[in-house]
């Protein structure tokens, strides 16, 4: 890897950074990274202060709401909206400025079709393997009927 750093990258840098991604700790942080947060995560994320733990009034009523809502069977997506209202069209909270609710559903639908190949790939996968270990048994069925034939005609 240090054969093929960047160019702009000094060499010392690049060696403490391979050192950091190597540690234990982060490489489970990078491995559980595969999901994006919910936008109440994300709400809650940026309305805590990094010195203190604690909540201001608003942000802890409407994360006590939301839980409750929760509760009694909403979805996240209806909770999140009975509480801080309808959309503002072309805009989406806590989801940055740039996005709309189109890109939303394009990537609910482009995230879906991912999953969908996923899985078509590991029912193929699955069947294949299946397909060789018949294989391997009429292969061995076979070496058996080829000794017993050698047998029978000496």
Known sequence: ????????????????????????????????????????????????????KELDEGTQTAIEIFQSRQASGETEEEAFQSIFGKEQPGRVRCCGRSVTQTDLQRHAEISSLKQQHEDAV?????????????????????????????????
């Open 1 to 52: 890897m240090v054969k093929n750093r960047p160019l702009r990258v000094p060499e010392d840098q690049f060696l403490k950074l391979l050192l950091y991604w190597g540690h234990p700790t982060i490489q489970r942080n990078l491995k559980g990274t595969s999901e994006e947060p919910q936008r109440f995560e994300v709400f809650i994320a940026t309305r805590t202060n990094r010195k203190r």
């Open 122 to 154: 590991t029912t193929l996968r699955s069947e294949l393997g299946d397909m060789k270990t018949q294989q391997q048994q009429q292969s061995e069925e076979i070496n058996g009927l080829r000794s017993m034939v050698k047998l029978l005609l000496l």
